[in-house]
């Protein structure tokens, strides 16, 4: 059985984040969803509501799990019997991080094999942090998140209403 990591801080999760699981839990015979626990970032989600979020955007693929993990990525990989740890690039500045992140996990563990998917075109400018911004300034994300992602961040926001066509504010 082949298992594959993917880990993130996922602050929160995104489109771009779901399909690369999508298409990562085809590849794999299960995918662990890894949600780093302390990552050095100002998240606005915990990893309890991270976790919560995740399971509800892969709620339909069977072979998906998801949890929380506050170590090594490659010792939380070997923990979960990973072979393999996916991560998704968006565009060329993303190469470069995740090149030495990738050469360094090697080094720590060189059983555990990278696999990188690149994002699909609608989602290659997509991040965490460009989406909080944008619903911190009232725009509409309706097609960038799952639609409890959307809800949750309705409600860290103070957003009374999440609609397609605007953010309403308390």
């Known amino acids: 059985m082949t298992i594959g990591l993917y ?3 996922f602050d929160p999760v995104t489109n771009g984040h779901l399909d690369v699981a999508t298409r990562a839990a085809r590849l794999f015979d299960r995918l662990v969803i890894g949600v ?4 050095a970032k100002h998240l606005l989600f915990s990893a309890e509501e991270r976790v919560e979020l995740w399971k509800g955007a ?13 170590i090594l990525t490659v010792e939380f990989a070997r923990t979960i019997g990973a072979q ?34 690149m994002a ?3 989602f290659q400018f997509l991040s965490s942090s460009l989406l909080k911004e944008v619903v911190q ?4 994300i309706t097609s960038l998140v799952p639609p409890n992602v959307l809800k949750a ?6 957003v009374l209403q999440v609609t397609e066509q605007n953010l309403i504010r308390r």
């Open 7 to 9: 880990p993130g801080s």
């Open 36 to 39: 780093f626990d302390r990552p």
């Open 58 to 70: 892969v709620a339909q693929i069977p072979n998906v799990t998801v949890e929380h993990y506050n």
């Open 84 to 117: 393999v740890i996916v991560r998704g690039l968006r565009m060329s500045s993303d190469f470069e991080g995740e090149f030495e992140m990738a050469l360094m996990n090697k080094q720590i563990s060189p059983k555990i094999e990278s696999v990188f998917l």
């Open 120 to 122: 699909n075109l609608p």
């Open 137 to 140: 300034l009232g725009g509409d």
């Open 153 to 158: 961040l309705g409600t860290k926001f103070k």
